[in-house]
Structures are given as structure tokens and as C-alpha cells.
């Protein structure tokens, strides 16, 4: 069957199980159930964890006893249905959580990862020295915008494909991998190219042809939620790129609208442990998006580590008052370090490192 009707048939009928192999089960026993799934006309994901294998079997639903009939195999411990709209970013699926290597920096697992760094790419300078002094506070990860959803179409847009050149020139000095947006199917290879992390943006956490192209990417995706996505919504625009072959998705909290007008947006802590119940990928919160101001960014990070986030994105710039997007919201690299200690300290008590 190719992949397309594969598609097609799950989104038709959208038929779901889940085959928890034995603890001891044998890289044999795996590949005669993955024979047996496709035998009944049933797509096998496979979903290696510490402990034991999962197969997904996707399909439409046919035949669906001989896959519970499978439960009578040795090496088989249970076969059942996955019941939430969303299946390969499920806890049903994998109970562990998922770490996603970013050339050594592990996200998901307990130490915390910190990605900080300017809203956009505004020149060499201002990048390199907001790098260098957020590295030596200790965040492991440099972020920064080159191509910006802006409200207007006449505020800056971004630096583009220089900016991206200005994120390999620092990440290269400095040793950080990199995170930055990619906004449009069309410029998915070329930021691709320079990249570490693909930034899907909260405007675009929708954007269904978007999801599927970075689905089909090995590279690390940072999925933000929307303004107006529920956690199951923000879950199944995951599922999209998982459902391509993308396993690599780290989720992030990022505020959504409300009534409150005191803050940007209203950051939706709640949606960290939640997200943890029923999903295995990795959660970190923006908190400087979340509320809009610098004041209250370090107090959102510290709730944000003790509601058992994996990490936090952090805009930081050297002149906040010059910023050319998201001034207001930006710490100073000072400031950014005293953060980094109280964090640490949060950290602890939560039995996490950073
Ligand atoms: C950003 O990270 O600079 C950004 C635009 O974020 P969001 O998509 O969450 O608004
Ligand atoms: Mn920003």
C-alpha cells in the first residue's frame, strides 16, 4: 500500500492499536508481529522504548480481531485501542518520555535545557554578544527569529536568509545549537540548511501543509501552541508530524488570549503537567511571550521549572530599548544571569538539574 492511501485510509477511519511487546521479547518476536500487522493490511509504527517495543498498527479497522488475537503470542504482552485523537505523541503509546538529542544537548531528560536569545536576528554584533553572555549564564541553546510573523506587514520582517547566516556564524563560534522559525512550506529547506531546531510558530501551529513538510524532516521541531489552541488541538497538530515519520517535536507553552489585557498573553502553566500526562514528547514554556513584559519573565520561569517543565525559551537582548521586535519583553543579558541562579536553585527542589 503507498503511504498516500495508507493516509487516506487512516483518516477515513482512523483505526488505531497498540501492540505492547513483552519486556523480553527478541528483535525476532518484533519483526513477526510487524509481519503479522501487515499481513492484515495494517501499517506497523514501531516505537522503541527503554524497556519494551510498542507497535502501532494503523488501518481502517478491518480484521481488528486477528490484531487482538495477536494478545495469544508469547512475546506479546497486550493489544489495545488507542482511545485519544491523538496516537503517536500518546502516553498510550510510549510511557517514557521522549529525549531528543540536539547535537548533545538532551531535551526531555531531567537536566533543563535553556533556550534563550534575541526575538530577531538584528546583525552580528548584537547576536554574538547575546550569545557569548547567555552561554556563560548557562543556557545551552541560542534562539533567534529571521523570518518574523509580525501583526503588520510593515514592521520588521526579519533579516531572512542572512539572519540565518548570522545564527550558523555565532552557533559555530559559540558551540550552541540553534533554534529559529520557519514560516512557510517554501523556505523549509533553506532554513533546513542552517538550522538545528525548526521553530513552528504559535500562528502557525494550524498550518497542516507546514506540520506535514517538517514532518518528513529528521531534524528536531519546536512546536508552539497557538493563541487559541486547546492542548488536544496543539496535540494533534504534533500528531501531524509525527504521523509523517518526525518523532522530534518538542512542545511549548506559550500564552494564549484571553480577557486579561495586564499581560500579552495569559500564560497556561496548567498546560504543562497536562501536556506531560498525555504525552511522552518534551514541554518547555516561553515565558517572555506568555506575559510580554521583562518584569514578570523571571517570576513565569520559576513557576513554569516547578510545574515540571523540561526547559524554557527566554528572549534576551543586549539593548532592549533598541530591540527591533519584542523589546518590552526582552531581559538584559544581566538580569538573564541572576535568573540562571534562581532557577537552578527551583530546579533543585524539584529534583531536576540545569
Ligand atoms: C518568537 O518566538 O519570536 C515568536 C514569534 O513566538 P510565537 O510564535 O510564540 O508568538
Ligand atoms: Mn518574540
Avoid at 45 to 51: A, D, P, W, Y
Avoid at 234 to 241: G, Q, V
Amino acid at each position: 500500500m503507498d503511504t498516500r492511501r495508507e493516509r487516506m485510509i487512516t483518516t477515513k477511519w482512523g483505526e488505531f492499536m497498540i501492540i505492547v511487546m513483552q519486556e523480553k521479547a527478541t528483535p525476532q518476536d518484533v519483526e513477526d508481529v510487524v509481519n503479522r500487522v501487515k499481513k492484515f493490511g495494517y501499517t506497523p509504527k514501531l516505537m522503541e522504548g527503554e524497556f519494551r517495543t510498542v507497535i502501532a498498527a494503523l488501518g481502517d479497522g478491518r480484521d481488528k480481531a486477528q490484531l487482538q488475537a495477536l494478545e495469544s503470542l508469547h512475546h506479546v504482552e497486550s493489544v489495545m485501542p488507542i482511545l485519544k485523537p491523538y496516537k503517536l505523541c500518546s502516553r498510550e503509546v510510549r510511557r517514557e518520555n521522549t529525549v531528543i538529542d540536539v547535537n548533545g544537548v538532551k531535551i526531555g531528560g531531567n537536566t533543563l535545557v535553556v533556550m534563550a536569545g534575541p526575538c530577531s536576528v538584528e546583525g552580528l554584533d548584537q547576536l554574538m554578544q547575546t550569545a557569548k553572555a547567555c552561554k556563560a549564564a548557562g543556557a545551552q541553546i541560542l534562539r533567534g527569529g529571521a523570518f518574523k510573523p509580525r501583526t503588520s506587514p510593515y514592521s520588521f520582517q526579519g533579516m531572512e536568509e542572512e539572519g540565518l547566516k548570522l545564527l550558523r556564524t555565532v552557533s559555530d563560534e559559540t558551540g550552541m545549537p540553534i533554534v529559529t522559525e520557519v514560516m512557510n512550506p517554501r523556505e523549509v529547506d533553506l532554513v533546513h540548511q542552517y538550522t538545528d531546531i525548526m521553530q513552528i510558530g504559535a500562528r502557525n501551529v494550524q498550518n497542516f501543509s507546514l506540520l506535514k513538510e517538517v514532518g518528513r524532516l529528521t531534524k528536531p521541531i519546536l512546536l508552539k501552541r497557538g493563541l487559541s489552541t486547546t492542548i488536544e488541538e496543539w496535540l494533534m497538530s504534533a500528531e501531524y508530524i509525527l504521523s509523517e515519520g518526525n518523532n522530534k517535536v518538542i512542545l511549548c507553552e506559550r500564552g494564549i488570549r484571553t480577557f486579561e489585557k495586564a499581560t500579552r498573553n495569559t500564560l497556561d502553566l496548567s498546560a504543562v503537567p497536562v501536556a506531560k500526562d498525555l504525552t511522552h514528547l518534551p514541554v518547555i514554556v516561553d515565558p517572555s511571550h506568555g506575559v510580554g513584559y521583562w518584569q514578570w519573565v523571571a517570576s513565569m520561569s520559576k513557576a513554569a521549572v516547578a510545574a515540571g517543565a523540561d526547559g524554557l525559551m527566554i528572549e534576551v537582548h543586549w539593548k532592549p530599548e533598541e530591540a527591533f521586535s519584542d523589546g518590552p519583553q526582552s531581559l538584559k543579558p544581566e538580569k538573564f544571569a541572576a535568573l540562571m541562579v534562581e532557577l537552578k536553585k527551583v530546579a533543585a527542589a524539584v529534583g531536576r538539574e540545569l
